[in-house]
């Protein structure tokens, strides 16, 4: 039994192979005496380089303030303790931003109020002294509004139901309400139309008339309206209504 050497049976060395892999220290791996490791290296030393790194001494921290104590006072065990909230770095800048964007709006708004304020003032007090050119400041007025009636009605744009009722309206003013009649209409309201108008009205396209205006005739009545006729109207009511005097 003197001659007994532990080991592993041959069908285990593969295992035993496996685990002195995984077990093994890294290349180049010596062991260091952690009691040499302040002290001088002998030359040749296998732990030389790591004690030479040492040779300098422990690294002790100095805190910048030795008077100060961050945490005085401070209770971890206290869930009540005030603690400073946190606040988010990009929510902050974009409440920032939308606080300085509102600001100069407001500015802005303020500023042009101000500026027509004033101007309206100043058309109060020519009026009242009569330097003003009335037929002129007429015809001002009366320009602005058919520019603005004029970009309304062309933005709004075409509605079937609306043109279809005010077609139906008209029919009603012919002298015969059965008698068939040709409505005239814009090629593009053609489409529009259809399945929406009486069986004695047939629609064609007429790229003379404008959109959304027609002409309805029959044998002994013609109605038309349309946008145009609109303005014409709304003109000669603007003339009608000459400025007021001054007091």
Known sequence: MSDFVAGFASRHEIAANLLHAVFAPPAGFAPVDPTRGLGPVPAGAAN???????????????PADRDANPTEGWDPLDATADTTPYID????????????????????????AA????????????LAAGRMDREAMAARLRQTVMMLVTRIVG????????????????AGMLADESESAMLRVHPDDVALLKGRLPQTIFAVGDAQVERGGFVLESASTVVEDGPAM???????????APLPLAA
């Open 230 to 240: 609109w303005l014409e109207q709304l003109a000669a009511a603007i003339d009608r």
């Open 155 to 170: 933005e709004v744009g075409v509605s079937a139901e609306r043109l279809a009722e005010r077609i139906e309206a008209a």
């Open 89 to 112: 770095p990009v929510e902050a800048a974009h409440s920032a931003g939308y606080a300085e964007g509102m600001a100069a709006a407001m500015a802005t708004i303020e500023a042009n």
């Open 115 to 126: 500026r027509d304020m004033a101007l309206l003032d100043g058309i109060v007090a020519q």
């Open 48 to 62: 030389a380089p790591a004690a030479a790194a040492r040779t300098a001494g422990p690294k002790h921290f100095v």
